[in-house]
């Protein structure tokens, strides 16, 4: 067992440690591995592998958030120290949600293309669940991001009954098209964040 867990460390980087209560497990595997990351869902599509991020992904992120292409459509490049607050703000939502934006791995390479999932923001007074995904250049236009998200939102769908909300810049008609192959519906434009982005939504398992 003691090298199971070595193995596993390893093979996922460390990951966030969490206690057993918040786990929901009586277990000493907690002590080694972190609950987060040893029993997260690893999803499989096709060609792509998607999973909770975790400390060794942290280099590969920070490139990608200070990459002015990776960046399009955005408020734009971030310096190092907000490249690495973004992804410490992946982290922190990886322990509340199986379905934050996580790493799009490529399985023929193993390499990070980009992320999928949701983030929370507010909007008109409220908390809201955000979807959204972003890809490297060389990986767009090859229908990723479509099969991505539909095996995150099938993966959120198991656990969670709610909205979801994406944010889309006007002028980005690819992930309009994305959105509307997710079965996102257009709702309105409107400011965020003192932006104007086109809203979409989507109900996962009825109402709360």
Known sequence: MAQKRRDLRERLGGGLVLPPEKCGLQSRLWQDVSCAVAFAIVVLTQRLELRLPVERDRERFVRLFSDREFMVFSTGVLDREAANRRFDQMLILAEEFPFAKQPVIDRSTGQILGYSGVDRFEFEGRSRLEYG?????????????????????????????????????????????????????FWKQALVDGYLDNLYRLQLGGSH
């Open 133 to 185: 995904y972003r890809l490297a250049p060389e990986a767009r236009g090859r229908g990723y991001a479509t099969e991505a998200g539909r095996a995150m939102l099938a993966e959120a769908s198991k656990t969670y009954r709610g909205e979801l909300l994406a944010m889309i810049d006007p002028t980005n008609h690819a992930s309009q098209s994305v959105a509307h192959k997710l079965g996102f519906s």
